[in-house]
């Protein structure tokens, strides 16, 4: 093979190569991560995640203890995401702390997916009526990218 084809032959790969690389790069992986709501708990209370990380939260009303009971996910977090809701669930902002929520009935499933930017802790909690002082209450820990706790 003549020298100037070898050089074409090796760049054009390294060219395919290194565009494969950039488009999973671009696209990481999705973590998903199962939360379960029951009165009057998260289960997981802390998720952790890292700056960056694509996260897909799995939330599920799993209330026995009270058929028909819908609860929440509320928290400043959400503020500073763009994230996408698939599933059966309201969406709003509540009133008193202005902070957005996703309502989910009994039974339902629902998946929150977003790529957090910025590091800290966030608190969240259920936006029903007394749910959080009696305990349904946890915080969403964002470590910067990479970092391994």
């Keep these: 093979m003549k020298p100037a084809l070898t050089v074409a032959v090796f760049l054009g790969m390294v060219l395919l190569l290194g565009t494969r690389l950039m488009t999973s ?5 999705t973590r998903a991560i199962k939360v379960s709501m029951v009165s009057y708990k998260y289960d997981p ?9 694509r996260v897909t939260l799995q939330i599920t ?13 509320a928290s400043p977090f959400f503020q500073s995401l ?7 669930a309201q969406q709003g902002v509540a ?3 202005g902070w957005k929520y996703i309502l989910i009935d009994n039974g339902q499933t629902v998946e929150v997916t977003f790529v957090p930017q910025t590091p800290g802790q966030f608190n969240f909690l259920c936006e029903q009526y007394n749910h959080a002082s009696l305990g349904q209450v946890g915080a969403f ?9």
């Excluded at 209370?45 to 990380?53: F, H, L, R, Y």
């Excluded at 009303?61 to 996910?73: E, L, Q, V, Y």
């Excluded at 763009?82 to 059966?88: A, F, L, R």
């Excluded at 820990?141 to 706790?149: F, I, Q, R, S, T």
């Design 61 to 73: 009303n799993d209330d026995k203890t009270h058929p028909g009971r819908a609860h929440s996910i």
């Design 141 to 149: 820990v964002v470590w910067p990218a990479g970092y391994k706790p």
């Design 25 to 29: 790069a671009q696209t990481p992986p």
């Design 45 to 53: 209370s802390v998720i952790t995640m890292n700056v960056g990380d």
């Design 95 to 97: 009133k008193g702390d």
């Design 82 to 88: 763009n994230y996408t809701v698939t599933g059966d």
